[in-house]
């Protein structure tokens, strides 16, 4: 089983702030993708990387993949009460058999 | 399109009950996954589906079975529910290829007592 390491488990932050949250693993991933989930409702994907450095970005959110597609980070800059929500990534692998391995998400709370 | 459909959405059942959880995508994807999610677990894979005729068990298949029916649906069985599988339970489905997005049904809420 390929394990994912999501940090921080939880974070609470004021309008306007900036903050970074971290994927890590020992494996090699063929994709990377960040999920973001309301209260309720199944997982919408954000973004997917496949390519070892790439950086994509949507509006205040920068994701990048490690070089050696072990790692992702998600990035967000001034933050907004509408970002509140449970972002999660998720690694790819298995070729023709391909699935994909979550961390155990990260809860941010974006305080007015 | 209704993409990822899922019954029921919340279901109550006695240790010891058996249940069948439905799943149906309207996208013409190949694969199916069945996740469930625990409060600090995060989503974690019950079985899936890579293709019409296939099953393979993910990370956590013991108390289930799963039958993918046709092309479209994906079923989630309890024999003998026990506690542990009070859970929040996820069906996706994807096309394809590396960049393929997984489409997430709205979750099917179970608690066994």
């Known amino acids: 089983t390929q394990l994912l390491e999501q940090s921080p488990q939880f974070l609470s932050i004021q309008e306007g702030e900036n903050l970074t949250v971290y994927c890590n693993s020992s494996?090699?991933?063929?994709?990377l993708q960040w999920y973001r989930q309301e209260p309720g409702e199944g997982p919408v994907l954000l973004v997917t990387?496949?390519?070892?450095?790439e950086v994509k970005k949507l509006k205040r959110l920068t994701f990048q993949f490690g070089d050696a597609r072990k790692d992702s980070s998600l990035h967000i800059t001034a933050a907004q009460p509408g970002d509140t929500g449970l972002y999660l990534c998720?690694?790819?692998?298995?070729?023709?058999?391909?699935?994909?391995?979550f961390g155990k998400g990260t809860l941010l709370t974006v305080n007015p | 399109n209704a993409g990822v459909t899922q019954t029921p959405k919340f279901q109550v059942l006695k240790t010891g009950q058996s249940m069948t959880l439905q799943c149906a995508q309207d996208?013409?994807?190949?694969?199916m996954y069945w996740y469930r999610q625990d409060p600090g677990m995060g989503l974690r894979l019950i079985y899936y589906?890579?293709?019409?005729?296939?099953?393979d068990k993910g990370e956590v298949p013991n108390g289930y079975n799963v039958s993918r029916l046709n092309k479209r649906e994906f079923s989630l069985r309890l024999e003998s529910a026990a506690p542990s599988q009070t859970s929040v339970y996820f069906c996706?489905?994807?096309?394809?290829?590396?960049?393929?997005?997984?489409?997430f049904g709205p979750g099917t809420r179970l608690t066994v007592t």
């Open positions: 996706a489905s994807r096309l394809g290829g590396v960049r393929g997005e997984q489409y």
């Open positions: 494996s090699v991933f063929s994709s």
């Open positions: 990387v496949v390519t070892g450095g």
């Open positions: 998720a690694g790819g692998y298995g070729g023709s058999n391909y699935k994909l391995t």
């Open positions: 996208m013409n994807h190949n694969s």
């Open positions: 589906s890579a293709s019409e005729g296939t099953t």
